[in-house]
Each structure stands twice: as structure tokens, then as C-alpha cells.
């Protein structure tokens, strides 16, 4: 049996809807619609624009479904982690912030004022990140008012169903999940002065959540469509779409983020890990995600927008192409330097910290951009050793997904910086494991997540990057 599914892919700089031919001996994907996913800043601060990212997913499922002969199956929701909707009854509160939105600071002085960090990472198993929910919500002003709170692709999944929902890898992310039995910390809500009935009923990857309600079977063309819960902190998703073959392999889901980490039946909750920032996040079919934000490309594109800001017209193979060419040293600098969080002058901001740290500045942009690539790649193999050491593992193959594996310059300056091998690919990795659990739910494929890799592996070419000296 093959079976065609949708996933609504949602990464923080743009969204996609895939539908993928689901089979035994069969992976197949295809886009039917791409789009930007581009944040406004108004009086208030810097929001995401969810009404408009709903109308895309609906136009592509439009798409979808008039392009399938046999008709859909299925559709999946994943998206960027931490930020959400609050609901009062059916509407949605305001508009969600951006986790790149400065508000976060002061949430984060309120939690740590009743609940020490080392004490939240005994009880989450997350990593520092100054965005997380927990944070995000006790700077809401709004979360006193809301009813209930819905991660971003939980949102989506309401206005597609009507029902209320949190999938659980994605709730994982909050800092408001009991890391040991996966469930709501309701005693830990309750001390920062949250209302234990904000968060919803908790469903595993696989669950089918409902069809869509008629009003959106109209529009879409498909009355009935079922939709199913998939890993929807696109991550987790990730995860299931990378081919590992063994417990000696690494990956890196490499996009705006770089996580960068390992697959664990069990999460690490040593103080090493809690002082090495590594963060223990849920995966489907219960894995722990063990790993670590690194900031990814998001440096190589909001460098490219503010050149093309000033006027300059320069594509992204053609810089890396140019890049590629340096023969010069460019300095490899900290890319975790909060400054970089924000967007804005990141050739500026590198130019600063270079200076402060006694290291040359970039002189042309093409060595600009080999000091960016050549200082995530040291960055990831930074976090691979750290990775391999706090866990107890070997890790002698790295697996590079998303749009980063695209990237032949920053795959080969991983493998030479971290010393080991580099898969590169699937670049779609994220949408492929939407559309494995969804197909696994709906029995076209069966068995475990090794299963659903070992397809990947059989239906994709990946490129090999073997260390340099």
C-alpha cells in the first residue's frame, strides 16, 4: 500500500507543503508550495504573522489535494519550537511574539527569582535559552487574560480541526514538561505563577487529532482529511528524517539553527551537561533529543540581506563560490555571542567582536563569508565533542540535514573541523519524517524509527565529505 500525505512545514524564515508518496519500498516528496516567513516589527515588538503562514498552508493544501489522483490521506503540522498563540475561547490574544523579540530578558530576572536554573534543568532537562516558553510567558502581558496556550503548530492544527491540542516533543521545548514522565509539571506552572488550565491535553506523534472541520474541507477541496500529530517541533521531525545507521552517528539539522546533537533512549541531566548548555528535548516514539543550539545560517543569510540592503546584489552560490576561493587566514570568532541574535549589521557586529578579541577583520566579503562558514563549522565540531563526551558515545560519522547539506563549502569545514566523515542530505529531512509518521500511522510503512531511516537511506543519495588536514 502506498498512501499520499501532506505536511505543512513551517522553518523560521520560510514554509513549504510537501506531499509525500508513503510506501514499503517507496519515499517520494514533492513541494507544492514555498513561501516566505518573514516576521513584522510593530510598536510593540517583533511578531510572527500566523494568519498569513494559515492562508499559505491552505493554498497548498489546495494544491495538494487537486494534484493527487488518489486523493490525500493525511496532513501533518510541524514548525519552529518555544513560541505560541494564547487563547481566550476560539480567538487568538494579540499577535505571538518572535523568540527573537527583546521582551524575553525580563521574563527571564522573574523565573530564576523563584526557581534557580539548576534546579529548572533537574526539572525540564533544557538547555539556557533565554526564549524558551517559560520565559516567553512570564513576560506575557497577556497570559493572565488567556485561557489557553497553543504552540504555533498546534494553532494551525485548531483552525484546521477545531480541536485543542499539544503534541509532545514540541511541548518538551517549553520548560514546562516534567522531563522523567513527560507530562505537564503542574507544581512547577503553578510556582512561576502560571495557570496549570492554560495548557492543553497532550498527544503523542501518530495520534490522529480529527478531520478538518467542513468549512475547511470546502476550501481546501478535500471534506474529511484527516489531520495526525507528527513530530511538530520540526527538530523531532528532523530527527526521524535523518538516515542513522548506527550509535556511532552524530547529526546536525542544519537551518537557521545549527542542532547539533545525538539520539538517547535517556536523557542526561548531569551538571556537566546543565554547564555545557545541552539541552534534552522529546523525540518520536519516546527517544531524547540530546543536543545543543548552534547558531546556522541564519548568520549567512542576514549577512546577504543586509548586503542586499545596501544595494549589493550578491546570490548565495556566488559568495560561497567566492569563499571557497580565500587562500588568506579569516578568523574563526564565537558565533554564540548573544549580539548575533538579533537581526541586523552582522558583518558590522563580527567587525566588533573581531576587534575586541585581537583577531583581523574580514577585508572583502568573500572573506567575510569564509570567516562565517570556517567559525560555524568550528562551533559544530566544538558541540560534537562535547556531545560525545557528556554522553558516553563514540561519534564516528556526522549526518548533515536541512538546507545546510546543500552547503559543500560549510559540509567539507565540518568534516575537517571536527575530523570525521560527513553525510550530507536529505536536504527535506524535516518534511520526510512528517510524512514517515504519518504514513506509518496510516500502516503504509511499520516498524521502528531504524525502519523508517533504513527507507530514507534506500531512496536518497547522500554526499560524503571526508576530513581534510
Not at 258 to 272: I, R
Not at 287 to 303: H, K, Q
Request: aromatic share 6%; with cysteine.
Amino acid at each position: 500500500m502506498t498512501v499520499s500525505v501532506a505536511a505543512i512545514d513551517l522553518g523560521a524564515s520560510s514554509g513549504r507543503v510537501m506531499v509525500g508518496e508513503v510506501g514499503a519500498d517507496q519515499l517520494e516528496l514533492r513541494a507544492v508550495a514555498r513561501f516566505a516567513n518573514e516576521p513584522v516589527r510593530t510598536s510593540d515588538g517583533l511578531h510572527w504573522d500566523p494568519l498569513e503562514l494559515y492562508r499559505h498552508a491552505l493554498s497548498g493544501l489546495w494544491t495538494a489535494a487537486s494534484s493527487s489522483p488518489d486523493g490525500l490521506e493525511s496532513v501533518a503540522v510541524d514548525s519552529w519550537a518555544v513560541d505560541y498563540a494564547l487563547m481566550r475561547a476560539d480567538r487568538m490574544l494579540g499577535v505571538p511574539f518572535h523568540y527573537r523579540d527583546e521582551r524575553t530578558a525580563a521574563g527571564v530576572e522573574r523565573i530564576h527569582a523563584c526557581v534557580p536554573f539548576a534546579e529548572l534543568y533537574a526539572r525540564n532537562g533544557l538547555q539556557f535559552l533565554p526564549f524558551n516558553t517559560i520565559y516567553q510567558l512570564a513576560a506575557d502581558g497577556l497570559a493572565d487574560e488567556a485561557e489557553r496556550m497553543l504552540l504555533i503548530p498546534d494553532l494551525l492544527g485548531y483552525w484546521l480541526t477545531g480541536q485543542m491540542v499539544t503534541e509532545r516533543t514540541n511541548a518538551s521545548t517549553t520548560g514546562l514538561l516534567d522531563i522523567r514522565t513527560g507530562e505537564w509539571d503542574t507544581e512547577l506552572v503553578t510556582r512561576v505563577g502560571l495557570r496549570p488550565s492554560l495548557f492543553t491535553d497532550l498527544v503523542d506523534p501518530g495520534t490522529a487529532i480529527g478531520a478538518v472541520t467542513d468549512e475547511v474541507g470546502e476550501q481546501i477541496g478535500a471534506p474529511g482529511l484527516n489531520v495526525t500529530a507528527v513530530g511538530s517541533h520540526d527538530t523531532a521531525s528532523a530527527v526521524v528524517g535523518v538516515p542513522m545507521q548506527g550509535d556511532d552517528a552524530a547529526y546536525i539539522s542544519c537551518g537557521t539553527w545549527g542542532l547539533v546533537g545525538l539520539e538517547l533512549a535517556a536523557p542526561v541531566l548531569t551538571d556537566e551537561a546543565r554547564t555545557a548548555n545541552f539541552t534534552n528535548e522529546g523525540g518520536v516514539d519516546g527517544r531524547t533529543r540530546f543536543l545543543t543550539n548552534v547558531m546556522g545560517t541564519w548568520l549567512i543569510s542576514e549577512t546577504l540581506r543586509e548586503w542586499e540592503r545596501a544595494g549589493f546584489n550578491v546570490s548565495l552560490p556566488d559568495i560561497l563560490a567566492a569563499a571557497a576561493g580565500v587562500t588568506t587566514d579569516v578568523p574563526v570568532f564565537d558565533v554564540q555571542d548573544p549580539r548575533f541574535l538579533p537581526p541586523g549589521d552582522m558583518a558590522g557586529r563580527i567587525a566588533e567582536l573581531c576587534d575586541e578579541r585581537g583577531l583581523p577583520t574580514p577585508a572583502t566579503k568573500a572573506e567575510l563569508m569564509r570567516s562565517i562558514v570556517e567559525s560555524l563549522a568550528h562551533a559544530f565540531g566544538s558541540a560534537l565533542d562535547t556531545a560525545e563526551r557528556l554522553a558516553g558515545r563514540t561519534i564516528r560519522i556526522v549526518h548533515v540535514v536541512g538546507g545546510g547539506s546543500l552547503n559543500r563549502l560549510l559540509c567539507q569545514a565540518i568534516a575537517d573541523r571536527s575530523g570525521r566523515p560527513v553525510l550530507a542530505g536529505p536536504v527535506e529531512a524535516t518534511a520526510l519524517g512528517n510524512v514517515l509518521v504519518q504514513g506509518r500511522t496510516l500502516g503504509a510503512v511499520s516498524g521502528s524509527l531504524e525502519d523508517l531511516r533504513a527507507l530514507i537511506a534506500r531512496t536518497h543519495d547522500l554526499a560524503r565529505y571526508e576530513p581534510r588536514a
